[in-house]
C-alpha cells in the first residue's frame, strides 16, 4: 500500500509540474500586445504614414508633399495655450489644399465659405447651433478664404470672415486653418494689415505649387 501511495503522490506531483508549465505558457500567451505607439504630430515619417493611409500620398501631392507635412509639423510644435498655430495654405485652385487638410491627423469644425449660408453662420444668424463662443472652443478650418460674399447692411459692407478671424485670435482656444486660392498681397488687400497681422500669429504659412488636380470624369 506504501508503494502504491508513492507512486500515486509521484504522479500527482508530475501532474502538477504540467499543469504549472502550461499555465504558465497560456498567461504568456495571454499577456497584451504591446500597445501602439501614439502618433506624434511633429514626426514627418508619422504624418506621412497617416496620409498615405487616407490617400494622400507623395504621388498624389507631387512636389507640395514634403512642403505641406512640415509646415504641419512646424504648425504643431506650438503647444502653449497661448500659441496654438495652424496653417493658412495658398496655392491655385483644384491643388489639393482642402484635401490635405480633410486627410489631417487632426479634428476640426469645417466651415466652407464658399456656401452663401456660411457667412450667416459665422454672424450668429440663421437658427444655427453653433454659436461664435462654441466655434471658438476648438480647432476651425476656413476653406477657400476669400470666396464669401461681403455682407452689405444698410449700404453698410461687412467682411464676417474677416471678423471671425479677429475673433477667433482673442477668444480661440484650438488651432485656425485656413485654405485660400488668394496670395498675401490679396488677402492684405481684401482684409487689411489689421487681419494679416493676426494670421501671421495664428498660422503657418504654406504655398501649394501644383496645378490642379480635378480630372474629367
Not at 78 to 83: G, I, V
Not at 128 to 140: K, V
Not at 186 to 198: H, S
Not at 207 to 216: A, D, N
Request: net charge neutral.
Amino acid at each position: 500500500m506504501q508503494a502504491i501511495g508513492s507512486a500515486l503522490d509521484s504522479a500527482m506531483g508530475s501532474l502538477l509540474q504540467d499543469l504549472s508549465r502550461s499555465q504558465g505558457t497560456s498567461e504568456q500567451e495571454q499577456t497584451p500586445k504591446e500597445q501602439k505607439r501614439p502618433l506624434s504630430y511633429e514626426s514627418f515619417e508619422d504624418v506621412a504614414g497617416y496620409l498615405s493611409k487616407r490617400g494622400w500620398t507623395e504621388a498624389v501631392a507631387g512636389e507640395d508633399y514634403f512642403t505641406c507635412i512640415k509646415a504641419f509639423n512646424r504648425a504643431m510644435s506650438f503647444k502653449s495655450p497661448q500659441r496654438r498655430m495652424g496653417l493658412i495654405i495658398t496655392g491655385a485652385y483644384g491643388c489639393g489644399k482642402t484635401m490635405f487638410c480633410d486627410n489631417l491627423p487632426i479634428r476640426f469644425q469645417k466651415i466652407d465659405l464658399t456656401i452663401p449660408e456660411t457667412v450667416e453662420w459665422i454672424d450668429g444668424q440663421g437658427g444655427y447651433a453653433s454659436s461664435i463662443s462654441e466655434m471658438c472652443e476648438g480647432n476651425i478650418l476656413l476653406d477657400d478664404l476669400g470666396a464669401e460674399n461681403i455682407k452689405n447692411e444698410y449700404g453698410v459692407k461687412r467682411d464676417i470672415a474677416g471678423e471671425f478671424i479677429c475673433r477667433y485670435h482673442t477668444r480661440g482656444k484650438g488651432r485656425l486653418f485656413i485654405t485660400t486660392n488668394l496670395t498675401g498681397e490679396q488677402l492684405l488687400d481684401r482684409y487689411g494689415g489689421r487681419v494679416v497681422d493676426r494670421l501671421k500669429q495664428m498660422c503657418v504659412p504654406v504655398r501649394m505649387t501644383g496645378t490642379s488636380k480635378r480630372k474629367w470624369l
